[in-house]
C-alpha cells in the first residue's frame, strides 16, 4: 500500500515538472537549458519509476508529446474603442431640404402596406352590426335625398338621364373621393405611436388608406349596376375606362391627403378643416348638377378642379351623356398629377419632424 502510494506521488511531481518545462521550451525556444529535465529528474528515485513503468504501463512524457501551448494575444485598445470603430450595416439620418421620392423604399416595405389595408378594413366594420351594409346606405340615402331636394324641388337637370341614376354616379365617386381623403388625411395622428416608435416609410400610411376606399367603392359599383338594370340603362364598352378614371381620382386623393395629413402633424386644426373643405368641394364638383350648366368660357377654369374631370368622366362611361372633351380631360390629368407631386414632396420635406412633434 505504502509503495502503490509513493508510486502515484512520485509520478505526479513528474508529471508536472515536465509539463513545466515542455510549456517553457515550447513558448520560448533556447531559454531552457537542457539540464532542466535533469534537475526535475533528480527528486525521483529510480524504484518508483521502475515500479511505474512494471504496474501502471504509463510512458514518460517527451519534447514530440501532443500537447500544444497556445498564448493568446489580448489587443491592448479598450472594447468601447473597438466598437466606434465598427460602421452599423444600415444608417438612418434625417433626410436635409427637397428629398426625393424613394420609391424603390416603398417597394421593398409593400407587404407592410398589404398588412397596413388589411388591418384597417377589419377595424373599420369590427363589430358593426350591419358591416358592409354602412358602404351601401350612405350614398343611397344620400341619392333619395339629393334626388328630393335638387330634382322634385330645385328641377336641375341631369342631361336626359333619370335624376336618381345621375346622383347616384356622381355619389359613387365622391364617396370613396371624400372618405379617402378624410381617413387618409387623419392616418398619421390616429397612428401616432406606431410613427414615433418604428421606423418605415411614413407615406404607407396615407396610402393604405386610399387603397383601403377601394374596397368600399367596389361594393358602391355593385349598387350602382343593379340601378342601371332598374332604370334599363344597358352596359356600354365605356365601362372598360373607368379604372383610368378610378386611377386618375386615386392620384387626387393621395396627393390632398398627403398634404392634410403632412399639416395635421403640426397644425391639428387641419383635422377639423378637412371636414369643411370636403363639404365645400362637394358642391364646388358636379355631384347634383352637370357640368352642361357651367357657361362654356368659364368650364376651362372649372376643370382646374380635378374632381371635374373624373366626375363626369365616370358619368360619360356609365349614362353616355357627358359635354367632357379631351382638353377638359388634360387639364384634370395634369391637376391630379400637380396635386400628387406637390403633396408627395411636401410630405417628405416634412417627415423628418414627424416623430418628435406629434
Given amino acids: ?82 466598437a466606434r470603430q465598427q460602421k452599423p450595416t444600415f444608417r438612418i439620418r434625417p ?15 409593400r407587404d407592410l402596406l398589404w398588412i397596413l389595408v388589411e388591418r384597417d378594413t377589419k377595424l ?16 343611397l340615402v344620400a341619392a333619395v335625398i339629393f334626388a328630393v331636394v335638387f330634382g322634385r324641388v330645385a328641377r336641375l337637370p341631369s342631361d336626359g338621364a333619370p335624376y336618381l341614376l345621375f346622383v347616384f354616379c356622381g355619389l359613387t365617386v365622391w364617396t370613396y373621393f371624400s372618405q379617402a381623403l378624410q381617413h387618409a388625411g387623419n392616418s398619421l395622428v390616429r397612428n ?16 393604405a388608406q386610399t387603397l383601403r376606399g377601394l374596397v368600399d367603392f367596389t361594393v358602391t359599383l355593385v349598387v ?49 378643416a378637412l371636414q369643411y373643405f370636403i363639404q365645400i368641394w362637394l358642391y364646388a364638383s358636379p355631384v347634383v348638377y352637370p357640368i352642361s350648366m357651367i357657361p362654356e368660357r368659364w368650364r376651362p377654369l372649372f376643370a382646374l378642379n380635378p374632381a371635374v374631370g373624373f366626375i363626369e368622366g365616370f358619368r360619360w362611361a356609365v349614362l353616355g351623356h357627358s359635354v367632357l372633351n379631351p382638353s377638359l380631360l388634360c387639364i384634370t390629368i395634369v391637376m391630379s398629377l400637380v396635386v400628387l407631386f406637390s403633396g408627395a414632396f411636401f410630405f417628405r420635406r416634412a417627415e423628418r419632424g414627424f416623430a418628435d412633434i406629434i
Fill in 1 to 82: 500500500m505504502s509503495d502503490t502510494k509513493a508510486i502515484v506521488t512520485e509520478f505526479v511531481k513528474y508529471a508536472i515538472c515536465r509539463i513545466a518545462a515542455q510549456a517553457i521550451i515550447l513558448s520560448v525556444p533556447g531559454a531552457w537549458p537542457a539540464s532542466g529535465n535533469a534537475n526535475c529528474a533528480t527528486i525521483q528515485s529510480s524504484k518508483p519509476l521502475a515500479l511505474r513503468e512494471r504496474y501502471l504501463k504509463i510512458a514518460p512524457l517527451s519534447t514530440e508529446s501532443p500537447i500544444v501551448t497556445t498564448v493568446a494575444e489580448l489587443s491592448t485598445r479598450p472594447i468601447r474603442t473597438q
Fill in 95 to 109: 433626410t436635409k431640404g427637397w428629398a426625393a421620392l424613394n420609391v424603390r423604399e416603398l417597394w421593398k416595405y
Fill in 124 to 139: 373599420l366594420y369590427k363589430q358593426t352590426a350591419l358591416g358592409v351594409a354602412w358602404v351601401v346606405m350612405q350614398p
Fill in 192 to 207: 401616432a405611436n406606431l410613427v414615433s416608435k418604428v421606423y418605415f416609410p411614413k407615406l404607407l400610411l396615407p396610402l
Fill in 224 to 272: 350602382l349596376l343593379v340601378l342601371m338594370a332598374i332604370y334599363r340603362v344597358p352596359p356600354t364598352f365605356r365601362l372598360a375606362v373607368l379604372p383610368v378614371f378610378l386611377f386618375f381620382m386615386t392620384l387626387t386623393a393621395t396627393g390632398v391627403a398627403l398634404w392634410f395629413s403632412a399639416l395635421s402633424v403640426k397644425y391639428r386644426d387641419c383635422t377639423h
